[in-house]
């Protein structure tokens, strides 16, 4: 069993940033990819970023390549999602998530397990 739980969202103006924590329980995660996602209102779920919970390799959307970085710390099995220059269109409840397959996958069905959420919300 995994547990994730999510921290760190909040109400910030455009520019700002903001630091995602994604406390991670249960069991070990080598060789799991932990990936950071988001859904706005309307919209599915969209893949943020990933990274190996065992390497160093990162992935990012698009959209948020160069403002947005995301760090493990194994010790404190804890993923962080820092979010700089945020963007009204940032705005959405983001959730931490981990899939078992040790292969970088963006689709939200490949990943096993879900956070809670947490909500961003970046005012113009």
């Known amino acids: 069993q995994v547990q994730l739980v999510e921290s760190g969202g909040g109400l910030v103006q455009a520019g700002d940033s903001l630091r995602l924590s994604c406390a991670a329980s249960g069991r070990t995660f080598s060789n799991y990819i932990m990936g950071w996602f988001r859904q706005a209102p309307g919209k599915e779920r969209e893949f943020v970023a990933a990274i190996w919970w065992t390497g160093s390799s990162t992935y990012y959307a698009d959209s948020v390549k160069g403002r947005f970085t995301i760090s493990r710390d194994t010790a404190k099995k804890t993923v962080y999602l820092q979010m700089n220059s945020l963007k009204p269109e940032d705005t959405a409840v983001y959730y931490c998530?981990?899939?078992?397959?040790?292969?970088?996958?963006?689709?939200?069905?490949?990943?096993?397990?879900w956070g809670q959420g947490t909500q961003v919300t970046v005012s113009s």
């Open positions: 998530a981990a899939d078992q397959t040790p292969i970088p996958r963006y689709a939200a069905f490949d990943y096993d397990y």
